[in-house]
């Protein structure tokens, strides 16, 4: 099962990066890669520049585990029922060692104000059932920087909660962003969200990147076809009246066995007779914006082969 090939990217302080994709695109696969809870059968995973995917000490792995912290979909599945706010945020602190016995409640007081949820001691009291979904997704936020990481992977962290409630916790990241210079991932496939918080975007399909770039770029200027029907699928109510939508039916490339050729083949509307014989490289088409498309985002080599088709 090739549930993420060939990926490659960069997550930098004081950034958010969206990776956006379809259900089964790889996107959860990608985010437990990065909070080690899968171990990559190749490739590495480069913390600082050392290679963490192999690590297996414990020291390591707890070194690793406390500067990247992951936040799940489910905040009422990531909580235990029949323990405190208190115990779910002062437990990190205890086994990463991050303050002194006596430090640990105005340790505790401090993550919820971080998180906006004041007064402190009343919610550190509660338990998740006496909390919204919202609060209880502060909550996992606030165990998350319990352990001050530097890398904050967030996996849908909001497609469980009502939409009234969704842009507290994007504008939460926003500013823990802008103050805790943490780097985010965020696994979405609500580009609407993507568009709100993210610097970059990187957009998968069965399992590979086939885009990536600067948010705005990206969202705006979209290079794979992949990419334009996702945008071209998110409702707008300023528009009235729409193009159709060009998809072709067709499945991703299975994954157990890709056959070569692109991924995308059997949907794009754009596809020439290549596409089914060659994979396409992710190619920097325009700067910082970079495809995996022959006709959109053609490699240095396909180019030329397309000017001596032309000369011919
Ligand atoms: N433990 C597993 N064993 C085998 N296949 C798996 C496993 N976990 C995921 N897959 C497969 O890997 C592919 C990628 O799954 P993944 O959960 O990463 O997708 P996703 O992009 O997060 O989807 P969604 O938007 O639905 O959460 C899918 O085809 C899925 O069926
Ligand atoms: S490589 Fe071909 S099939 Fe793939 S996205 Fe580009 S045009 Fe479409
Ligand atoms: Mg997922």
Redesign the pocket.
């Known amino acids: 099962?090739h549930?993420?090939d060939d990926v490659t990217f960069v997550l930098r302080p004081g950034t958010i990066t969206a990776l956006v994709?379809?259900?089964?695109?790889?996107?959860?696969?990608?985010?437990?890669l990065l909070a080690r809870l899968?171990q990559p059968t190749a490739g590495q995973v480069l913390f600082d520049g050392v290679d963490v995917a192999g690590a297996r000490r414990r020291r390591d792995l707890l070194r690793y585990r406390s500067q990247v912290q992951m936040i799940f979909?489910d905040p009422f599945g990531s909580l235990n029922p029949v323990k405190t706010i208190r115990h779910h945020l002062a437990r990190p602190l205890r086994i990463h060692g991050r303050v002194e016995r006596g430090g640990v409640e105005a340790r505790v007081q401090e993550l919820l104000e971080t998180v906006g949820l004041v007064p402190a001691e009343k919610y550190a009291a509660k338990f998740p059932h006496e909390l919204s979904g919202g609060q209880r997704q502060r909550v996992a936020i606030a165990r998350a920087l319990a352990v001050e990481p530097a890398v904050l992977v967030a996996?849908?962290p909001t497609s469980m909660l009502d939409v009234s409630i969704r842009v507290g916790i994007l504008n939460l990241m926003l500013d823990l962003k802008e103050r805790e210079r943490l780097a985010f991932l965020y696994?979405t496939?609500d580009l609407a969200s993507a568009r709100y918080v993210a610097d970059t975007v990187l957009v998968?399909y069965a399992?590979q990147i086939v885009e990536q770039g600067a948010a705005e770029q990206v969202l705006q200027r979209p290079l794979h076809p992949y990419t334009q029907l996702l945008l071209a699928s998110v409702p707008d109510p300023a528009v009235t009246e729409r193009a159709p939508i060009t998809a072709r039916k067709g499945l991703a490339a299975a994954?157990v066995d890709p056959p070569p050729g692109c991924r995308f083949v059997e949907r794009c509307p754009l596809r020439i007779p290549v596409c089914s014989e060659r994979t396409p490289e992710l190619v920097e088409a325009s700067p910082g914006q970079s495809a995996r498309c022959h006709v959109t985002a053609p490699s240095p080599a396909r180019r030329e082969d397309l000017h001596v088709e032309h000369v011919q």
């Open positions: 099962m549930a993420a994709g379809e259900s089964g695109s790889g996107k959860s696969t990608v985010a437990r899968y979909q996996d849908e696994v496939h998968m399992g994954a």
